[in-house]
């Protein structure tokens, strides 16, 4: 069965430091990827994705993402976090054979991310 | 756009009550879901709706859970008789393309 591990529960960064949060994916082939953000009481905003090409997404709020297929890893990055970051990043996984509009997303267990100002 | 949009957005009831969580989908979206986020399990998938129609309804936990969907622009989730292992967050989300867009989500607590 697919699976999705974040194994970060929290992580503390200072405003302006440098962001990774890790996730890993079980799956029979490559799925497709993506990271939400979800901001206390607010529903999921997707960040990026991943379906083929480039092995590095770029996303909105300056996030990007790197594919490692060797890694079955899908790993979150910022180059200088600010305190609007603070929230929780969930990644997800989407069967490679969905059709437009139906993927059927599996989450990770989430990443919550506080920022010291 | 609204967005997605769910009422209530906190819902109290006592144990053994109906409850009916809604939601309205984004105009001209075809594909609805609705999620159920708890600590322990994180966010789950319970059923998907294509053309107002259930696709996958495989997540929801038991037959105290229901779903429809009567018109592409309205749908609901009820449980029927609700317990206290019901207390999540529900979400609702609709797509057409590749991005699901989700509403900001029903707490409910049911004691």
């Not at chain 2, 105009?27 to 609805?32: E, I, N, T, V, W």
Request: with cysteine.
């Amino acid at each position: 069965a697919q699976s999705v591990t974040q194994p970060d529960i929290h992580i503390t960064v200072s405003e302006g430091a440098s962001l990774e949060l890790r996730c890993n994916y079980s799956y029979g082939a490559t799925p497709y990827l993506f990271w939400y953000v979800q901001s206390p009481g607010q529903g999921l905003q997707l960040l990026l994705k991943y379906f083929s090409g480039d092995t590095l997404v770029q996303g909105i709020k300056g996030f990007e993402a790197e594919f490692k297929r060797s890694q079955s890893s899908f790993n979150l990055r910022k180059p200088s976090v600010h305190w609007s970051d603070a929230a929780e990043y969930f990644c997800a996984v989407a069967p490679r054979y969905s059709g437009a509009g139906s993927y059927q997303l599996t989450f990770g267990k989430g990443t919550k991310l506080s920022v010291i100002p | 756009d609204a967005g997605v949009i769910q009422s209530p957005r906190h819902e109290v009831t006592e144990m053994g009550q109906e409850v009916t969580l809604r939601c309205k989908p984004i105009s001209g979206h075809d594909y609805l879901f609705w999620y159920r986020q708890t600590m322990m399990r994180g966010l789950e998938l319970l059923i998907y709706f294509n053309n107002n129609v259930p696709i996958d309804d495989s997540g929801m936990p038991e037959d105290r859970f229901s779903a429809k969907m009567p018109n592409a622009s309205f749908s609901t989730l009820k449980i029927q008789p609700s317990e206290p292992r019901d207390s999540a967050v529900y979400f609702c989300a609709s797509s057409t393309g590749d991005t699901q867009y989700f509403g900001p989500g029903t707490r409910l607590t049911v004691l």
